[in-house]
């Protein structure tokens, strides 16, 4: 019987190059949905499925992520002076939510070296992982049904989404086993392949970032040599074990998913959260019915 996944890591100490030059003081996974940033809203996404204990990997630059898991005392005394009850729940809500810890990524050498920084907090336990780059819709689940999969058959479960052709170079691709059927909710994974070229893709099932790994993982990312763009591959780690025997599974996410991770992508989030906020969506949603861009 595999044991209930309560832990899980969350890599943040990319540089953000995209997001330049806001991310020269603010880390990227703190631009905020509205007023909420994206690593809140997938730390509760965690929380919400039963996980204690997140890991956040940071790095040295990116201190503003402990102050805002942390406590306030200052902020909170105001808030509470001034009686808002509302503002003081939300600022208190992002530490409340989990047991947080951090360790620094230093030298950072792709998602698998960043991966491998929770050995010693995993300690011999499976982990879920999340990318808080992708955001999964509160209406709808992944992690659940991938933590049900877990517990049935233990192994690696994998978050999947099929990209279509043209965007699965962008992705770690998987291989469904023989005979499994491509379209059910949870398939058997023979293989995997990080960011194949659109021409030789197996599939166009793609992993987005929500993983469930085995303890085994730690030393598979020993063993892993620099794969695709010179970095440590958490897929080359994955296929390593697959090949080796691990079950692996993926969980078909229909859902909805928001990448916050690119910027044209990280606008239509805001949108999309936008148009749903309790203060003011309905004001949002009036104001873009009658929008016409002045360009
Ligand atoms: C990483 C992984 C890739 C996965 C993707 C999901 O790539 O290496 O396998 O499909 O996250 O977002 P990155 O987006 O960091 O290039």
Wanted: proline share 8%.
């Amino acid at each position: 019987m595999p044991t209930q996944v309560t832990k899980a890591l969350i890599p943040a100490a990319g540089r953000g190059t995209r997001f330049l030059p806001l991310t020269k003081a603010v880390p990227k996974e703190l631009a905020p949905l509205v007023t909420t940033p994206a690593l809140e809203l997938v730390v509760a996404e965690a929380a919400g499925v039963g996980i204690t204990d997140v890991l956040l990997v940071v790095s040295p630059e990116k201190r503003a992520i402990n102050d805002y898991f942390g406590a306030n005392p200052g902020l909170e005394e105001a808030l509470k002076k001034k009686g808002d009850k509302k503002a003081l729940a939300s600022v208190r809500r992002p530490g409340e939510l989990a047991r947080i810890a951090y360790t620094d990524q230093l030298n950072p050498r792709g998602l698998g070296h960043a991966i491998g920084c929770g050995e010693e907090f995993a300690a011999g336990e499976p982990l879920a992982v999340l990318l808080p780059d992708d955001l999964v819709d509160d209406r709808d689940s992944l992690l659940g049904p991938m933590l049900d999969v877990y517990a049935e058959h233990g192994g690696i479960v994998l978050g999947l989404l099929d990209v279509g052709p043209v965007e699965i170079s962008k992705y770690g691709c998987v291989v469904p086993a023989d005979g499994a059927d491509p379209n059910a909710d949870v398939v058997e994974l023979a293989d995997l392949v990080e960011k194949p070229r659109a021409e030789e893709a197996p599939s166009t099932l793609a992993i987005i970032g929500r993983y469930v790994l085995p303890p085994e993982i730690f030393a598979a990312l020993h063993e892993t040599d620099p794969g695709v763009g010179g970095e440590i591959q958490i897929t080359d780690a994955m296929r390593a074990l697959c090949r080796a025997g691990t079950p692996v599974h993926g969980v078909v996410f229909r859902g909805r998913r928001y990448d916050t991770g690119d910027r044209l992508d990280y606008v239509k989030a805001v949108v999309q959260i936008a148009v749903r906020h309790p203060d003011i969506g309905a004001d949002f949603r009036a104001w873009l019915r009658d929008y016409e861009p002045d360009v």
